[in-house]
């Protein structure tokens, strides 16, 4: 009598098993391999500028701070800069400048400088860049230290945090219209 119940707990584990892996690789597709090819979704990238930093926009208004957010709404990485991007606008407003620059919108082309997104880049009030890089220091935006936080602390307090070349390590994707 208790073989029976034991061949039913043993297909019960199986399937429970089996079940656990199903959710696994859904989820690992979900999140992760259903973005391969379709965009070039890296952990790591350079921000920097050869040369000459680039000038600030020129919707940009002078003697303001400006902060122009690199975002790609086909990205699945933005999902995790956007609320973090909404607090920085809602923070700084009026006193910074800012845009938010997709790159499926034609002024994009201005931006082909940019390595991938999401990404920021601010100017001082004198319209020397002052930091180009990723938002946080985490994995995904939201977590980790505060890097915008920083650059602006230090231009407010007047200091001018100089022109940053910024490695990271998060979820990026390739912006499209990035000399390589």
């Given at each position: ?132 890089g990723p938002y946080n220091s985490g994995v995904i935006c939201g977590v980790g230290d505060d890097l915008v936080a920083r ?23 390739q912006w499209p219209l990035a000399h390589n």
């Open positions: 009598m208790t073989r029976p119940a034991t061949l039913r707990h043993r297909a019960l584990a199986w399937l429970v098993v089996g079940s656990w892996l199903l959710i696994c690789a859904v989820a690992f597709w979900y999140f992760q391999a259903r973005w391969t090819g379709a965009y070039d979704n890296n952990q790591w990238y350079t921000f920097r500028t050869e040369g000459t930093p680039p000038p600030p926009p020129a919707t940009a208004p002078d003697g303001q701070i400006v902060m122009v957010h690199f975002v790609d709404r086909r990205c699945p990485c933005t999902r995790f800069s956007l609320p973090h991007i909404d607090v920085l606008e809602a923070q700084y407003d009026p006193a910074v400048h800012s845009l938010r620059i997709d790159a499926s919108d034609a002024k994009a082309t201005d931006f082909d400088w940019i390595p991938a997104s999401p990404a920021v880049a601010i100017w001082d009030a004198k319209g020397d860049l002052a930091y180009l650059v602006m602390i230090a231009l407010e307090s007047g200091e001018n945090p100089h022109w940053v070349n910024q490695e990271a390590v998060g979820c990026y994707c």
